[in-house]
């Protein structure tokens, strides 16, 4: 592979990053308070086509690669790494329908998420299920009826339609889709939660009691995938890859705002970017986030040419790029020094933002794990 993007790509990369800084970058501030203001970002995102790019065409996307998806989540990572994994979570609903649904749920859903004109996301989280997915008490049954008590649901209390997990009468575990827009009496979905970083995703608890659903709310009706386990795995390797587009871009900015740190603050008479203590510093942030940008690519590129390696490469930048967003971003306050503190000032938000990018869509330590098991440890 080619790990370098093309001519078309980079000129991709930066179509997009004109359109955030100037079209939604003066519209992220308090995304956290105004479910509104997050609608209307998916809106413009939307009719700019940037939310169908993996979306086939015949169902109002542009059919791009995977790849195309991932560098417009890093843009939007350098904007506010919160609203990358809002949008994250809606395109990874999109590719669940996409990749296993019937033709009449990707001819009802896919143009509607393709158009911005319906926000998505997936339930999976519970109290007792977060890495160990296999925990999952959420059940429909033999009458058909979900009861479920979902956890950290990104996009809650702004989408209209849910993939969500739950176990059922025939297998062990389904992915269903609830439109949360008609469904109200049977569902109550909790108040915003406060949380230490990524405040531009909105983030809810979503209560299920006595639902009714019936087969075509199945993802891919009763003939489903063969193992909806693996439709569920696919999605957890396909947001990963996401959030470390997001990690990526916010790490950009991370070194961007040192960069300018070390050249214009002067200490003892010069630059603090003379001192060698820092030109080290700027030099392990360069190199580490070019090698996580460049694992986050491979990743995206082995989605759509490389299936086989998709689940250990989604880990290995998830688990690699979320650790220099972290490390790089507290660098980024030392290099700031006192300023870097306030909250005036934007490295306080990355250094929360990276920390939470730990932990988020599956911890440093479950990546790890996942890349022992597909290497054969």
Same mark, same amino acid.
């Given at each position: 592979?080619?790990?370098?993007?093309?001519?078309?790509?980079?000129?991709?990369?930066?179509?997009?990053?004109?359109?955030?800084?100037?079209?939604?970058?003066?519209?992220? =501030?308090?995304?956290?308070?105004?479910?509104?203001?997050?609608?209307?970002?998916?809106?413009?995102?939307?009719?700019?086509?940037?939310?169908?790019?993996?979306?086939?065409?015949?169902?109002?996307?542009?059919?791009?690669?995977?790849?195309?998806?991932?560098?417009?989540?890093?843009?939007?990572?350098?904007?506010?790494?919160?609203?990358?994994?809002?949008?994250?979570?809606?395109?990874?609903?999109?590719?669940?329908?996409? #990749?296993?649904?019937?033709?009449?749920?990707?001819?009802?859903?896919?143009?509607?998420?393709?158009?911005? =004109?319906?926000?998505?996301?997936?339930?999976?989280?519970?109290?007792?299920?977060?890495?160990?997915?296999?925990?999952?008490?959420?059940?429909?049954? #033999?009458?058909?009826?979900?009861?479920?008590?979902?956890?950290?649901?990104?996009?809650?209390?702004?989408?209209?339609?849910?993939?969500?997990?739950?176990?059922? =009468?025939?297998?062990?575990?389904?992915?269903?889709?609830?439109?949360?827009?008609?469904? #109200?009496?049977?569902? #109550?979905?909790?108040?915003?939660?406060?949380?230490?970083?990524?405040?531009?995703?909105?983030?809810?608890?979503?209560?299920?009691?006595?639902?009714?659903?019936?087969?075509?709310? +199945?993802?891919?009706?009763?003939?489903?995938?063969?193992?909806? =386990?693996?439709?569920?795995?696919?999605?957890?390797?396909?947001?990963?890859?996401?959030?470390? /587009?997001?990690?990526?871009?916010?790490?950009?900015?991370?070194?961007?705002?040192?960069?300018?740190?070390? +050249?214009?603050?002067?200490?003892?008479?010069?630059?603090?970017?003379?001192?060698?203590?820092?030109?080290?510093?700027?030099?392990?942030?360069?190199?580490?986030?070019?090698?996580? +940008?460049?694992?986050?690519?491979?990743?995206?590129?082995?989605?759509?040419?490389?299936?086989?390696?998709?689940?250990?490469?989604?880990?290995?930048?998830?688990?690699?790029?979320?650790?220099?967003?972290?490390?790089?971003?507290?660098?980024?306050?030392?290099?700031?020094?006192?300023?870097?503190?306030?909250?005036?000032?934007?490295?306080?938000?990355?250094? +929360?933002?990276?920390?939470?990018?730990?932990?988020?869509?599956?911890?440093?330590?479950?990546?790890?794990?996942?890349? /022992?098991?597909?290497?054969?440890?």
């Amino acid at each position: 592979m080619n790990t370098f993007l093309s001519s078309l790509q980079t000129e991709l990369f930066e179509d997009y990053k004109k359109f955030l800084t100037s079209e939604i970058e003066p519209r992220v =501030e308090d995304l956290e308070n105004d479910p509104d203001k997050v609608k209307s970002v998916f809106e413009s995102l939307g009719q700019k086509g940037f939310l169908g790019t993996s979306v086939a065409k015949e169902y109002g996307g542009c059919g791009e690669p995977f790849i195309h998806t991932a560098l417009l989540i890093q843009a939007l990572g350098q904007i506010d790494a919160g609203l990358a994994m809002s949008v994250a979570s809606h395109l990874t609903a999109a590719e669940l329908i996409q #990749k296993f649904g019937t033709d009449t749920q990707k001819s009802r859903y896919l143009p509607l998420l393709a158009r911005g =004109e319906c926000i998505a996301t997936v339930a999976a989280t519970e109290e007792g299920a977060g890495s160990d997915y296999m925990g999952i008490a959420a059940c429909v049954d #033999k009458e058909s009826s979900l009861t479920a008590e979902k956890t950290w649901v990104v996009n809650g209390d702004v989408a209209e339609l849910a993939v969500v997990t739950a176990r059922g =009468e025939e297998s062990p575990l389904g992915l269903w889709l609830v439109d949360l827009s008609q469904v #109200k009496d049977a569902v #109550k979905i909790s108040a915003n939660i406060k949380k230490l970083g990524l405040a531009g995703a909105r983030t809810n608890n979503i209560s299920f009691k006595n639902l009714k659903l019936d087969d075509a709310s +199945r993802l891919g009706g009763v003939e489903g995938p063969a193992s909806q =386990e693996e439709a569920l795995l696919h999605g957890m390797d396909f947001i990963k890859v996401l959030a470390a /587009a997001a990690a990526v871009g916010l790490t950009d900015m991370a070194l961007a705002h040192s960069v300018d740190r070390a +050249r214009s603050r002067e200490q003892f008479g010069s630059a603090i970017g003379k001192l060698q203590a820092i030109q080290w510093k700027l030099a392990d942030m360069s190199s580490e986030s070019c090698g996580a +940008r460049l694992l986050t690519y491979r990743a995206a590129w082995s989605k759509d040419e490389e299936p086989t390696e998709f689940r250990k490469n989604a880990a290995m930048c998830k688990y690699y790029a979320a650790r220099v967003a972290q490390v790089h971003s507290a660098e980024a306050v030392q290099i700031f020094g006192a300023a870097g503190l306030s909250c005036d000032l934007p490295m306080e938000k990355l250094y +929360r933002d990276a920390k939470v990018m730990e932990i988020a869509e599956g911890t440093a330590e479950i990546q790890k794990n996942i890349v /022992a098991h597909e290497i054969g440890s």
